[in-house]
Nanobody
Framework: QVQLVESGGGLVQAGGSLRLSCAAS????????MGWFRQTPGKEREFVAA???????LYADSVKGRFTISRDNAKNTAYLQMSSLKPEDTAIYYC?????????????????WGQGTQVTVSS
C-alpha cells in the first residue's frame, strides 16, 4: 500500500498557474503508474493526466497543452503543473497510484488515493 498526500492547491485568477505536488510513501513509487484526477460536486471523478512508470504521459483533451505531469522518483513525488487555468478547471484534485490492470484513464484501476487538494480558478 502507498500513502499519498497532495498539496499546492489554492485560489488563482483565470490565466494563472499552480503546481500541485503528490508526496508518496510506502511501497516503491518509482515502479508504479500514477495519475491525477479531479472532481466537482455532483460529478464523477474525471481523468486529468497519468504517467506510467516506464515513461510517457497521457492527458485529457481538456487540459492538453496546458497541464504537464511529471515525477521525481528520488523524492517519491509527482507533480501537476497547471497553466492557463480556466474557471472550469475548478475542482478537487486527487493523485492516485495504479493497483489493478487496465486503462490509466479509468479511476477503477487506481487503488491508492490522496485526500485531494482544492483548486479554485476565478474569472
Amino acid at each position: 500500500q502507498v500513502q499519498l498526500v497532495e498539496s499546492g492547491g489554492g485560489l488563482v485568477q483565470a490565466g494563472g498557474s499552480l503546481r500541485l505536488s503528490c508526496a508518496a510513501s510506502g511501497r516503491a513509487f518509482s515502479r508504479t503508474d500514477m495519475g491525477w484526477f479531479r472532481q466537482t460536486p455532483g460529478k464523477e471523478r474525471e481523468f486529468v493526466a497519468a504517467m506510467p512508470w516506464i515513461g510517457g504521459a497521457l492527458y485529457a483533451d481538456s487540459v492538453k497543452g496546458r497541464f504537464t505531469i511529471s515525477r521525481d522518483n528520488a523524492k517519491n513525488t509527482a507533480y501537476l503543473q497547471m497553466s492557463s487555468l480556466k474557471p472550469e478547471d475548478t475542482a478537487i484534485y486527487y493523485c492516485a497510484v495504479q493497483g489493478r490492470s487496465g486503462s490509466l484513464y479509468s479511476p477503477g484501476v487506481y487503488t491508492s488515493w490522496g485526500q485531494g487538494t482544492q483548486v479554485t480558478v476565478s474569472s
